[in-house]
């Protein structure tokens, strides 16, 4: 098994930035992906970012491209989502995910995740 906790959610000003967190434990060799997912009230959750622990290849969705960045640090078995110039649209509750393999958009396909934390960007 693999566990994942998230931190660094919280509540901020439109413009201002985040870093979230991931902490990954357990059976971790067993995944190659780590990726972020964020999910709006009455919205489905949506695929932000993705990374793989060996080569560092990442994924953006569109709507956070140039302003979101996804790092980790191997080392620690960590994965970070640093989010600048936050809008009221990025609010949501965002959950950390890892899969075995390939790098991939569809939420079910990644077998562990997080409890998720909150974000909340205000006007």
């Known amino acids: 098994q693999v566990q994942l906790v998230e931190s660094g959610g919280g509540l901020v000003q439109a413009g201002g930035s985040l870093r979230l967190s991931c902490a990954a434990s357990?059976?971790?060799?067993?995944?190659?992906?780590v990726a972020w997912f964020r999910q709006s009230p009455g919205k489905e959750r949506d695929f932000v970012a993705g990374?793989?622990?060996?080569?560092?290849?990442?994924l953006y969705a569109d709507s956070v491209k140039g302003r979101f960045t996804i790092s980790r640090d191997n080392a620690k078995t960590t994965v970070y989502l640093q989010m600048n110039s936050l809008k009221p649209e990025d609010t949501a509750v965002y959950y950390c995910a890892a899969r075995y393999q390939f790098l991939v958009l569809r939420e079910s396909e990644y077998q562990y995740w997080g409890q998720g934390t909150q974000v909340t960007v205000s006007e």
């Open positions: 990374i793989k622990w060996g080569s560092g290849s990442t």
């Open positions: 357990g059976r971790t060799f067993s995944t190659d992906v």
